[in-house]
């Protein structure tokens, strides 16, 4: 079992930045996959970026170019530089760690309970 922290969100004005951090009980090094999902008022969860164990990221389009995901395994955080937000960023962000135990086992996903983010215009 890994736990999830998340912490960084709050409230801004449009244009402005914020960092997210989420914090694993577990080694994140061992993971698939490390990531980044929010759900905005009356919107179904989606993800924002994720970026696996060798480095690679993924971004969704509404967020490339401002957003930025980077994982230190040393202290088995990951972190969601956010700029230039924008009012439909607001959202509750949530951290995701993606897990294969073992070669012939299934993928189990674990998940933070989110932070809030508001983006004022």
């Known amino acids: 079992q890994v736990q999830l922290v998340e912490s960084g969100g709050g409230s801004v004005q449009a244009g402005g930045s914020l960092t997210l951090s989420c914090g694993a009980s577990?080694?994140?090094?061992?993971?698939?996959?490390m990531g980044w999902y929010r759900q905005g008022p009356g919107k179904a969860r989606e993800l924002v970026a994720a970026?696996?164990?060798?480095?690679?990221?993924n971004y969704a389009d509404s967020v490339k170019g401002r957003f930025t995901i980077s994982r230190n395994n040393a202290v088995n955080t990951v972190y969601l530089q956010m700029n230039s937000l924008k009012a439909e960023d607001t959202a509750v962000y949530y951290c995701?760690?993606?897990?294969?135990?073992?070669?012939?086992?299934?993928?189990?996903?674990?998940w933070g309970k989110g932070t809030p983010v508001t983006v004022s215009s």
């Open positions: 995701n760690a993606r897990y294969r135990p073992n070669p012939w086992s299934s993928v189990v996903n674990f």
């Open positions: 577990g080694s994140i090094a061992s993971s698939l996959m």
């Open positions: 970026i696996s164990s060798g480095g690679i990221t």
